[in-house]
């Protein structure tokens, strides 16, 4: 794992501060992963590594599940048909406000101080309270490298497909854990257990909602740039 974090954080201090340019690049840098798959673990070893190794906060991660729609949203019928469904299949991408998201990546991206030096705040998700905590996560100009995580990146639906094609793409770079549904599935059914489901209640979590979700961000990966290979990341949780 450490050789793995080492080569990722190398890349993108190379891009970040010796490449092309003055030095002041900032770096959008995508990562995706089946529900399990260990890429919010990864981000956030990257992001410390970087920290670390330049002694300031020159990289801040940027978390897709701060759009999951509001548990009050998937139960309001005006906005879902089936609010059932929509509770039952929370996590699936239709549960997410992705136009939000995508518009502030791209509000994140064209802070680049020559505004001022306010944030772009972004939504963090609350395990706590199951529901989004909105201006959680300040991303500022002085930010280097902005690691956006989360499962549905590289899908080809819009508004996803905004973030990585065309002349326009919002990611400069874009990673995939290479992690198998099946084993992802064997996580995060033992997630479930840990948060106090049955054994029984946790396979049908994870076969009913997780793994079609998974097999979706599976057929995805040909649309990254780099494939990070699967470990059993120490705490891996999504």
Excluded at 45 to 52: E, F, G, K, S
Excluded at 170 to 197: Q, S
Excluded at 217 to 223: E, P
Aim: glycine content about 8%.
């Amino acid at each position: 794992m450490d050789a793995v974090i080492d080569e990722l954080t190398a890349r993108l201090a190379a891009a970040a501060f010796y490449g092309d340019g003055d030095g002041d690049a900032r770096v959008f840098v995508g990562i995706a992963g089946s529900p399990g798959s260990g890429k919010s673990t990864l981000a956030s070893a990257v992001r410390d590594r970087l920290n670390a190794a330049a002694g300031a906060e020159v990289c801040v991660v940027f978390p897709m599940d701060g759009f999951h729609y509001y548990r009050s949203q998937l139960a309001d019928p005006d906005m879902f048909p089936d609010p059932d469904e929509a509770r039952a299949r929370r996590g699936a991408p239709w549960t997410f406000d992705a136009r939000a998201f995508v518009d502030r990546v791209r509000a994140a991206r064209a802070n680049d101080g020559t505004a001022g030096a306010d944030p772009t705040r972004v939504p963090a998700f609350d395990h706590e309270v199951h529901d989004p905590e909105e201006d959680a996560i300040d991303i500022y100009p002085t930010h280097k490298v902005i690691l956006v995580e989360g499962n549905y990146l590289l899908l080809t639906d819009e508004p996803w497909r905004e973030l990585w094609d065309g002349d326009g793409a919002l990611l400069d770079e874009r990673w995939f854990v290479a992690t198998t549904v099946d084993d992802a599935m064997a996580r995060v059914t033992r997630r479930h257990v840990a948060v106090g489901r049955t054994p029984e209640e946790a396979k049908a979590r994870a076969d009913g909602n997780d793994r079609p979700n998974g097999e979706l961000v599976w057929a995805s990966r040909g649309n990254a740039d780099v494939i990070v290979p699967s470990y059993e990341w120490e705490g891996a949780k999504t």
